[in-house]
């Protein structure tokens, strides 16, 4: 069946670490993006790619980079400097960046800091 | 102001009752609305997008008021099934822009 696959499902990161979240699609999507969904805050986007080889960031790029190698792929690595990493991350694409593109979400990562 | 407001409730509801409610939106630019549900700590999904004239899927409407820039969801006859949280969801000019959700409880 086709879908998103992020992993790990729980990950705990020390001060000064660095650590990357997986995305994966096999829905042949071009578009891919990540969020961050806080208690009682709406998701916010960290950052979006169109196509493969070229990514932006979204509103709250800052502690964070991507890389979109291979179009089924779209990890996300938080560095040391995101001061409060704590959060849900969600994965998610679609066909392409478009008004009425419906998203398909990953099952998310929840991130904590040890 | 945030792009997308919503009221966070939670409306807690029998089984069988109508419970409604809104999400106000900043940008009156904005293309396209949507309503994803999402149920506790897991992914969003889309329930329904939302379309000038309104529209129905089964037991629940949405509307859009554009001059007023807001978005209604109305459910009918409430399943115990129907717990979740509600995302309102914005695109407007290159992203989606979510709302911090409406939680929904119906209770037995």
């Known amino acids: 069946d086709g879908g998103i696959t992020q992993s790990p499902k729980y990950l705990f990161r020390k001060e000064g670490q660095n650590v990357t979240l997986s995305c994966e699609q096999n829905l042949n999507h071009d578009a891919m993006y990540w969020y961050r969904q806080d208690p009682g805050q709406g998701l916010r986007l960290i950052y979006y790619?169109?196509?493969?080889?070229?990514?932006q960031k979204g509103d709250i790029a800052e502690g964070y980079s991507v890389s979109r190698e291979k179009k089924e792929s779209f990890p996300l690595t938080v560095t040391s400097a995101q001061k409060n990493p704590t959060a849900f991350y969600l994965c998610?694409?679609?066909?392409?960046?478009?008004?009425?593109?419906?998203?398909?979400f990953g099952s998310g990562t929840q991130l904590s800091v040890l | 102001r945030k792009e997308v407001e919503q009221d966070p409730g939670p409306f807690n509801v029998p089984e069988g009752a109508t419970v409604a409610f809104n999400c106000t939106y900043s940008n009156s630019a904005s293309q396209s609305f949507f309503w994803y549900r999402q149920d506790c700590r897991k992914e969003p999904k889309l329930l329904m997008s939302?379309?000038?004239s309104g529209n129905e899927d089964g037991r629940f409407t949405a509307q859009l008021n554009r001059a007023s820039q807001y978005i209604s969801l109305l459910i009918r006859d409430s399943k115990l099934s129907d717990s979740a949280t509600y995302l309102c969801v914005v695109f407007n000019d290159y992203k989606l822009s979510f709302g911090a959700g409406t939680t929904v409880t119906v209770r037995a």
């Open positions: 998610a694409s679609s066909v392409a960046q478009a008004p009425n593109e419906k998203l398909f």
């Open positions: 790619s169109q196509i493969v080889n070229d990514f």
């Open positions: 939302v379309y000038s």
